[in-house]
């Protein structure tokens, strides 16, 4: 017995579809099967990362390359690890050419993370009043790559979730100020909304180049998007090096 083509084409719709459960929201249900059939998701499980945001500090360093052998990262908010995964790798290229340098990769996470080989994990609530002070001394010196994928717990109100990622933003860079190198990299999530003026002119200021992308790998109906600030030359033009013109 044939199967009936009715779209004409001879394919058929292959998403996965997923039944309200009882007990189980709608908003629940639906964000399920956009999880099955994510292919971002999808690969994410096939080459064993911890979760879809992997690729979008991937593609961003892809295209700015500051993920380089040797580097020092501090990757806050770094639960469930999939960034700390992607660092280790690209900044330990020991396996793939003994003549280059091995990197640090330090992540930190209000919650307990699962060990990754390679990265030195921490449990801390990045807010609290020392614990800035905490990540420098793990840090043992300055870092190359300051990157911050922090998200407060969504409200549900757009104005009040932009207002709370920004002060996580803040934070992190106010850390990056005292951690980077001469030449280092900022990288962190924002969610589109105008109230990040202020920090976007800090950023110009304190960095030569700065650029605000989506990656690939960000949702086309999510409003996150991520800042890249290269170059450090200190805190408000303010050189990192005293003796710098």
């Given at each position: 017995m044939s199967e009936k083509n009715t779209s004409g084409r001879g394919q058929r719709d292959l998403r996965?579809?997923?039944?309200?459960?009882?007990?189980?929201k709608l908003s629940s249900t639906l964000w399920l099967e956009r999880q099955l059939n994510d292919p971002y998701v999808q690969r994410a499980k096939r080459e064993g990362y911890r979760g879809r945001a992997a690729y979008k500090i991937l593609e961003l360093d892809d295209k700015y390359g500051f993920l380089k052998p040797g580097a020092r990262v501090v990757d806050l908010g770094c639960a469930p690890g999939g960034w700390c995964?992607?660092?280790?790798?690209?900044?330990?290229?020991?396996?793939?050419?003994?003549?280059?340098?091995?990197?640090?990769?330090?992540?930190?996470?209000?919650?307990?993370?699962?060990a990754i080989p390679g990265a030195e994990l921490h449990q801390l609530d990045f807010l609290s009043e020392d614990?800035?002070?905490?990540?420098?001394?793990?840090?043992?010196?300055?870092?190359?790559?300051?990157?911050?994928?922090?998200?407060?717990?969504?409200?549900g109100h757009k104005g009040t979730d932009h207002l709370r990622i920004i002060a996580l933003i803040e934070a992190a860079l106010e850390f990056a100020f005292d951690v980077l190198e001469d030449g280092g990299t900022f990288v962190a999530k924002v969610l589109a909304g105008g109230a990040e003026i202020e920090m976007q002119t800090l950023l110009k200021k304190s960095f030569r180049k700065v650029a605000n992308v989506k990656p690939p790998a960000s949702r086309s109906d999510s409003s996150e998007k991520f800042v890249v600030a290269q170059g450090f030359r200190g805190r408000a033009g303010v050189p990192v090096n005293p003796d710098e013109e």
């Amino acid at each position: 017995m044939s199967e009936k083509n009715t779209s004409g084409r001879g394919q058929r719709d292959l998403r996965v579809r997923v039944k309200t459960a009882k007990g189980r929201k709608l908003s629940s249900t639906l964000w399920l099967e956009r999880q099955l059939n994510d292919p971002y998701v999808q690969r994410a499980k096939r080459e064993g990362y911890r979760g879809r945001a992997a690729y979008k500090i991937l593609e961003l360093d892809d295209k700015y390359g500051f993920l380089k052998p040797g580097a020092r990262v501090v990757d806050l908010g770094c639960a469930p690890g999939g960034w700390c995964q992607v660092a280790v790798v690209r900044v330990n290229a020991l396996a793939q050419n003994p003549k280059k340098p091995v990197g640090t990769v330090l992540g930190v996470d209000l919650q307990e993370v699962e060990a990754i080989p390679g990265a030195e994990l921490h449990q801390l609530d990045f807010l609290s009043e020392d614990a800035d002070a905490k990540v420098k001394e793990w840090l043992g010196g300055k870092a190359d790559v300051v990157m911050s994928d922090m998200a407060a717990a969504a409200s549900g109100h757009k104005g009040t979730d932009h207002l709370r990622i920004i002060a996580l933003i803040e934070a992190a860079l106010e850390f990056a100020f005292d951690v980077l190198e001469d030449g280092g990299t900022f990288v962190a999530k924002v969610l589109a909304g105008g109230a990040e003026i202020e920090m976007q002119t800090l950023l110009k200021k304190s960095f030569r180049k700065v650029a605000n992308v989506k990656p690939p790998a960000s949702r086309s109906d999510s409003s996150e998007k991520f800042v890249v600030a290269q170059g450090f030359r200190g805190r408000a033009g303010v050189p990192v090096n005293p003796d710098e013109e």
